[in-house]
T-cell receptor, first 115, second 115 residues
Framework: DQQVKQNSPSLSVQEGRISILNCDYT??????FLWYKKYPAEGPTFLIS?????DKNEDGRFTVFLNKSAKHLSLHIVPSQPGDSAVYFC??????????????FGQGTILTVHP | DSGVTQTPKHLITATGQRVTLRCSPR?????VYWYQQSLDQGLQFLIQ???????AKGNILERFSAQQFPDLHSELNLSSLELGDSALYFC??????????????FGPGTRLTVL
């Protein structure tokens, strides 16, 4: 049972344009959502997060949107740069209990930004 | 650089053997998490320790065990290794202030190859 899904395995974007990466989840108990970027042979690097009490969080070129009713979040990168080319993972966690702190990851989306 | 260190970077061993992976969290972080990334499974949560105590458990095999020491570094022990244990093993750490969801920062990973 995959509780966090990234339905697009890959995305190709021109430099300077917007990249939109999507993530859907099924567990209504998730209350904290994160995006990580990963290069080959490296660990995931934290990009941006959002709590379920918000619907938007912005940090420089990165903005995360959360639609709780649709159980959907998205990461917008504007403008996209070739250095943004990597695998992007969304991850979610539930509050408290024996699962507290455990991150559930999506399968990742490979973003390629062409010069 | 996330501040989380993992050793060794690569490990090649044979089936049936036992290995130990080591992780040092970021300064000030009390929680350590272990994740496994295999080709077909994505990033899977294994286990979490908080200030020396086991806090949460995921799909960790009985052949695997972990511990967190008084200096907060953690070790993941994998025994009776099988070919299917070949994967990237990531450690992450967080402050984990009680009751507050916080961000996990990942180390560079250990690539385990079982021949």
């Amino acid at each position: 049972d995959q509780q966090v899904k990234q339905n697009s395995p890959s995305l190709s974007v021109q430099e300077g344009r917007i990249s939109i990466l999507n993530c859907d989840y099924t567990n209504s108990m998730f209350d904290y959502f994160l995006w990580y970027k990963k290069y080959p042979a490296e660990g995931p690097t934290f990009l941006i997060s959002i709590s379920s009490i918000k619907d938007k969080n912005e940090d420089g070129r990165f903005t995360v949107f959360l639609n709780k009713s649709a159980k959907h979040l998205s990461l917008h990168i504007v403008p996209s740069q070739p250095g943004d080319s990597a695998v992007y993972f969304c991850a979610s966690s539930v509050p408290g209990g024996t699962s507290y702190g455990k991150l559930t990851f999506g399968q990742g989306t490979i973003l390629t930004v062409h010069p | 650089d996330s501040g989380v260190t993992q050793t060794p970077k690569h490990l090649i061993t044979a089936t049936g053997q036992r290995v130990t992976l080591r992780c040092s969290p970021r300064s000030g972080d009390l929680s350590v998490y272990w994740y496994q990334q295999s080709l077909d499974q994505g990033l899977q949560f294994l286990i979490q320790y908080y200030n020396g105590e086991e806090r949460a458990k995921g799909n960790i095999l009985e052949r695997f065990s972990a511990q967190q020491f008084p200096d907060l570094h953690s070790e993941l022990n994998l025994s009776s290794l099988e070919l299917g244990d070949s994967a990237l093993y990531f450690c992450a750490s967080s402050v984990e202030a009680s009751g507050v969801a916080d961000t996990q920062y990942f180390g560079p990973g250990t690539r385990l190859t079982v021949l």
